[in-house]
């Protein structure tokens, strides 16, 4: 987008200032919004601004505030779910993107508030959230089998158990340093989460001397340096984590074959981190601050989840002692369904 020009004082920036400035002085000075975060948004509006100019016939910097119209926005969200193929969650996230520049604009360019007030009530779309999938205990030390003699079965090992110890994302730990490893007194990895949120989990004990076990092995691994490298030295990506885990529970079916029916990713393993805490009677706010959940309303679902509590819940409570009489309709009431 060309550079916008500055307006005359008093009046309303133009549309281009208006973008230009949500995400260099808003998001980022302002907010100090992560790369990942300022990406996401920007994708969101290159995306709107894209389908804007084929329906509109006008092109982003002759835009203004006044032509996003709630109509516009509907469009584009069922554009993204048709053509893109996007699922309901993308598409949310979208709305979430063009919500957050055009509550940023509409207090700069009042005379736009209303239109910009309007496009606001565009709902998020609701969706049927799948239960969370997670592996038994079995199953996850199945996975994480021994290491070997070789220096990928070592890593390969390392990675799985940071991933169980500390139930991370895979972006955390495939970001950890070895400077972020501390292995004196109570030894613990410090990971930056979602939104530049630091925190420290603490390491059993097995998982701290792998640690100490692979540094000796590779002490060209520096401060700075990943703790878990590919064969390049560079830091591994997420498809290199999806690929060692797959031959991870490739190899565990043997001894395990359930496994075989269940579809395992880095975030199963998230999942099953926290599902195990919970089964073990961590309290789930303490379960939040270890997965670094931003609300507790995201913890809440490994208790949804957990049937075999909730089982043992059913056990503590004594079935009424009812005798069911079968149920016999009405005339009025057959009629009444039989003209639905």
Sequence with gaps: MPEARHPRKGSPPSFPALVQQFFTEYLVAQRAMSPRTVASYRDAMTLFLGYATEQLGKT????????????????????????????????????TALRAFLKFAGRRDVTALHAVERVMA???????????????????????????????????????????????????????????????????VHLQGKGRKDRSVPLWKSTAASIRAWLRANPQLRASAALLPNRSGHPMTRCNVAQ?????????????????????????????????????????????????????????????????????????????????????????????????
Excluded at 288 to 312: D, F, Q
């Design 122 to 188: 565009v709902p998020m779309k609701r969706f049927e959230r799948p239960l969370l999938g997670h592996l038994t205990r079995p199953e996850m030390i199945a996975v994480l089998g021994q290491p070997g003699t070789e220096w990928t079965s070592q890593r390969d090992h390392l990675l799985l158990s940071l991933l169980y110890n500390t139930g991370a994302r895979v972006s955390e730990i495939v970001g950890v340093r070895v400077v972020d490893v501390v292995l004196d007194g109570a030894a613990c």
């Design 60 to 95: 982003p910097t002759a835009m203004q505030l006044m032509d996003i119209t709630p109509e516009l926005v509907l469009k584009f969200l069922a554009h993204l779910e048709r053509e893109r193929h996007n699922a309901v969650r993308s598409r949310n996230l979208r709305l």
């Design 244 to 340: 060692r885990l797959a031959l991870a529970v490739q190899r565990a079916s043997a001894d395990q074959p359930s496994l075989k029916t269940k579809r395992v990713s880095p975030h199963t393993v998230r999942h099953t981190t926290a599902m195990h805490l919970l089964q073990s009677g961590v309290p789930f706010n303490i379960i939040a601050l270890w997965l670094g959940h931003e609300s507790t309303n995201t913890t809440h679902r490994y208790v949804e989840a957990n049937l075999e509590m909730k089982e043992k819940a059913l056990a503590r409570l004594e079935a009424p002692d009812i005798k069911l009489k079968r149920f016999r309709a009405s005339d009025d009431l057959m009629k009444f369904l039989q003209t639905l």
